[in-house]
């Protein structure tokens, strides 16, 4: 209502300068009146100022509309973002989500606080400026606005073009982002450092670059030549107005006063219509960003919150997967690169396919067990056979296809997402710690953590001592992603903040992979105590490190083909064994 009402002031006070001139030259100055001269004077000094004053404000208004406007839609985009499953990331680039976040956002926000409040503002002052013309001499009025088809027919086929051309140009900033994103991080910078494809790197990026540029050009020459007609005509209709009321006033039809009102208000109404005219490409234009935000944000995300979750905590720890197949798909919003995970993944349109031992279709099938709480449950197994997977449903970092997994007899669907987070603790492959101190990374589990409680849990990960020899101790920086660590410090560190986080159940996925034997030692020997009460389940390639589980499960291509401890499985003599037996003779040799 601000903005509007501002916009009805600014608009009415236009054409009092107009009205003002006439004033003065068919009244003061032929009657000699110095009071209304100095009157009339001082009105066109006064408008101006109010018009300015009142422009300030709402300046201020619209900003704060439209700087709120994008940090509601940003705020929204990022939530939503949040709540996507690992699926959505795997198969879209960060760049590209990146740039959703920013240019179309902004893009979105001036449809709003641009081309609609112009559009309104335009309007208000074409009507206005028609009432005064009007009162004034409605041939010369009519005659001026006589012009408007050729004003309006242009601007459709424009607005087609120019929205064309700017999906485009969005779409290859898009890219150009997800290839910055993918070269400025650094692991993407040490692997072109690494491989020496600086130069291709480089081509692959101008390659982008030249295509926004391009368009770029392509949507200036477009809106260029769109408003040069729209001059011409503008210039054609004054002309026409100017012949016409010139012959008016040699015929004293109508006054000097009034034939220079309507030159002055003229340009104010050629301006607004224009503007009008244009408007519908501005705005076609920015749908496009429009689009791109509500592309993401209509997204559903396949890990929905449940509408009445069951209550967890607190919890006994007993996890049990019960007749589990699941199988990766492909996905992402239409207009973002999809990106296919290298595995087993079914293709698009494939789910009818029935889940078979042959086929890897299904990264798991038929995948049954317990853990009771407290146990300690081991999955072994090739690489690729699907053991990460597994560990994934637990958390539901992804949803099942078939089957369920339950944490103390509740299937996870039904537990409050935080509730699920905080009951599951998982260190996972590839440790990710965030572009600051070791302190801050550690409370990522705990944000009320004491300092004591910090060496505790790093003292039990067997990195407090590592800790204490830096300058800066627990508030040394670990660099982008952690890289001014080693592999094994980082892992120690993953280690230290999910058992600073205390969960029921601990989920250890090559949890010891990055450590050398020495650190390896440590850290069983510390787990055997902080693993007591917790149901736990650990993924090791290292076959020694998972000989005192209560339970191994031998997966192999998605099924589990053995269960049972170290000694039975040995002497079974199957998948197991076979795999201890290569290890063994390797470490022998």
Known sequence: MGILFTIIVISGLSVVPAILIRLLVDEAIPNGDITQLTLLGMGMILVPFINALIGVAQRWVSSRVGEGIIFDLRRELFAHLQRMSLRFFTATKTGELMNRLNSDVVGAQQAITGTFVSIVSNVISVIVILVVMVQADWRLTLLAVAALPLFVLPARRVAKVLRRVTQQQMEHEAKMSGILQESFNVSGALLVRLFGRWDEEKERFSEQASLVRDYGVRRAMVGRGFFAALGLVSAVGTAAVFWVGGLLVINGSISLG?????????????????????????????????????????????????????????????????????????????????????????????????????????????????????????????????????????????????????????????????????????VTQETYLFHDTIAANLRYAKPDATLEELVEAATAANIHDMIDQLPEGYETLVGERGYRLSGGEKQRMAIARVLLKDPKILILDEATSHLDSRS????????????????????????????????????????????GHHSDLMEAGGLYAELYETQFESVKA
């Open 258 to 426: 009034t034939i220079i009102m309507f030159s002055t208000l003229l340009t104010q109404l050629y301006g607004p219509l224009s503007a009008i005219s244009n408007s519908r490409v501005e705005f076609a234009t920015s749908l496009v960003s429009f689009e791109r935000v509500f592309e993401v944000l209509d997204l559903e995300t396949d890990i929905p919150a449940p509408i009445d979750p069951v209550p967890l905590l607190p919890a006994s720890g007993r996890v049990e997967l019960a007749d589990v197949s699941f199988r990766y798909q492909s996905e992402g919003p239409e207009g973002l690169e999809a990106v296919k995970r290298f595995s087993w993944h079914a293709t698009p349109g494939d789910e009818d396919v029935v889940p078979q031992a042959s086929t890897r279709n299904w990264a798991l099938n038929d995948i049954s067990f317990v853990g009771e709480p407290g146990s300690l449950v081991a999955l072994v197994g090739p690489s690729g056979a699907g053991k990460t997977t597994i560990s994934y449903l637990v958390p539901r970092l992804y949803d099942v296809t078939e089957g369920r997994v339950l944490i103390d007899g509740k299937d996870v669907r039904d537990i409050d997402l935080k509730e699920l987070a905080a009951t599951v603790g998982v």
């Open 520 to 563: 390896e030692a440590l850290i069983q020997d510390a787990l055997e105590l902080l693993l007591e009460g917790r149901t736990s389940i650990v993924i090791a390639h290292r076959l020694s490190t998972v000989r005192k589980a209560d339970q191994i499960l031998v997966v192999d291509e998605g099924r589990i083909v053995e269960r």
